[in-house]
């Protein structure tokens, strides 16, 4: 991670809810409880912090998204922006009820909306009665508070990233009936044991919350770095090997014969070369060994004479 205890203590991360608002489970991460408020553990929260951005980034690594939920005025921006870099789906509106336990029930209303958004953009809605379209425009709007950011949503995600865990209740029960892991920003008002990767820390100041958004932020982004698309193999194919040609395989050029010439003139004529340098090459071994026979006759009639 790229930030440290102390940027967590400047951002205001320690600062818990009242005393009288304190939910007895979140014990764990309270430091101390000074002046009515609870102080919590940065030590403990930047440890978690890390746990929970390892995991996102796995999950990401392998393909899948993360569904972003921040609901409350502070965290609707920081849950945009967050979005918009990652190209994540997110919910800053209306957590539905069913958005995850009944997915096929919205996924079809996903593909009305779409199919609405199409007829925008061409301009078919524009010529439909006034009445139908004007229906249609009301429900478009409806489906713009509940849908937004949900467009790219690919089937169930991967994860959940919320902001508030009690206020995000709903969002967090379905996802544990769904064995979805949940990563929050818990305050000591809330819950930490419904959470997969708790962080405990402030979810009420704007500040706190961005903080945490950016290292979860490089989380993301990184596990998008090492997806790895794996290359396809099939097991019942098995690569040949070709030697390389070397042969320059030019077309031999077309030789048109004269008047009065066939080819098997000329394969009688070649047969007769052979024939005719065979003869030659006897008769020029002949003549060699008769030359041989006279130089030797003649040296040794030298040789008689200068005996005698």
């Given amino acids: 991670m790229n930030i440290t205890v102390k940027d967590l203590l400047d951002a205001g991360v320690h600062f818990g809810h009242q005393i009288r608002r304190w939910n007895p489970k979140s014990k764990p991460y309270v430091y101390d409880n000074r002046h009515g408020i609870s102080i919590i553990d940065l030590e403990k929260t930047y440890d978690l912090l890390g746990k929970a951005a390892t995991a996102i980034q796995d999950i990401v690594a392998s393909g899948k998204q993360v569904l972003l939920v921040g609901t409350k005025r502070q965290a609707q921006e920081p849950i945009r922006e967050l979005a918009m870099a990652t190209n994540m789906p997110f919910c800053v509106n209306r957590w539905m009820g069913g958005c995850l336990t009944n997915f096929e029930t919205v996924a079809t209303s996903l593909s009305k909306y779409k199919k609405f958004l199409k007829m925008e953009d061409d301009g078919s809605l524009d010529k439909l009665p006034g009445k139908e379209g004007a229906a249609i425009r009301r429900q478009m ?3 713009k508070r509940n849908f937004e950011g949900m467009l790219n949503l690919q089937g169930i995600p991967g994860a959940l990233f919320v902001i508030d865990s009690h206020n995000e209740e709903i969002a967090i029960a379905e996802a544990n009936r769904l064995n979805i892991p949940v990563v929050a920003l818990v305050d000591s008002n809330s819950d930490p044991s419904l959470l997969n990767y708790p962080i405990p820390g402030n979810d009420d100041s704007t500040k706190s919350i961005r903080i945490i958004v950016d290292v979860i932020l490089d989380a993301i982004q990184a596990g998008a770095s090492k997806r790895v698309e794996a290359p396809t193999r099939r097991k ?8 390389p040609d070397f042969i320059d395989q030019e077309d031999e050029p077309e030789v048109t014969l004269p008047e009065g010439y066939d080819e098997a003139d000329f394969d009688d004529k070649k047969s007769y070369s052979e024939n005719t340098n065979e003869d030659t090459g006897d008769q020029n071994a ?6 041989k026979i006279a130089e030797t006759e003649s040296e040794k009639k030298n040789s008689d004479s200068k005996e005698s």
């Fill in 141 to 143: 709007n409806r489906m």
């Fill in 236 to 243: 019942d194919i098995t690569p040949v090997a070709q030697e």
């Fill in 286 to 291: 002949a003549v060699s060994k008769e030359t």
